[in-house]
């Protein structure tokens, strides 16, 4: 009898264990979904899609990227590619197909050239969302000179930003001197500290530096240990 009531117990528990564990999966995956779609709120303004804070990662196709100097400083540049999403998207996620998107872009590319015909690149800065169209409309969320107004409040806003005083850094680290700055971004900005921040080391911008509940992370940046150094560094200036 002992023995019985032992296997009776050991047979029914990991079972609704699974159940349980499958149960919870499946509801987180719904609510992933329904979380991309409601209606959330960002300083008092209404908004859909995905969270703030969240982030994409997309792999893109062997495109072609064209440049015409213009003057000794300026250059028009263009590029078309198809780009492919790094993972799938929550099944119910994300806008119909056929949606599309009217984007600005300010970056820094940084190149080094490698031979004759070769150079190594990289883009890092950000995008504003001039306008959008619906699948199933022929217009834009905003006429061309609406989009105009929306681009010339976000420029000065850049300038502003630009304008404003940098953080300076300077430290030891691997018995290599670093010295530069670390720009605000504003709108990361509360009670005069700010979470987010434009990274220039040496001369090379890095990229932009972020405070999270688990400390200081920058995409670009490998070294943990170096972004825990800039990331100390700015935390000392505040102080």
Known sequence: MPSTATRKVKSKSPKRAVRK???EKKAAKKDLSASYNEFKEFEGRQYSGMKIGRSHKWNYDKGEWRETKITPDLWEISYAVTKRRAGHAPKGSGVPVGTGYHWYIVAHQNV???NANDYTTSLSGLKYKLAHKRADKE???ATPKTQRKHLV???????AQLEQEAIPLE??????RYA??????????????CDELDIILN???LGIIRSSEKGWKMK?????????????????WYE
Not at 171 to 176: E, H, L, N, P, V
Request: glycine content about 6%; proline content about 2%.
């Open 153 to 159: 409040a976000f420029l000065k806003d850049m300038i």
């Open 139 to 141: 217009t834009w969320s």
């Open 220 to 236: 670009y940046v490998k070294d943990q240990k170096l972004v825990d150094m800039i990331g100390q560094e700015i935390m000392l």
């Open 203 to 205: 001369n090379d911008h």
């Open 112 to 114: 080094t050239k490698l």
């Open 21 to 23: 564990s499958s149960a």
């Open 180 to 193: 530069g700055e670390a720009l605000p971004l504003k709108d990361s900005c509360h009670d005069g500290v």
């Open 171 to 176: 430290f030891d680290y691997k018995q290599k």
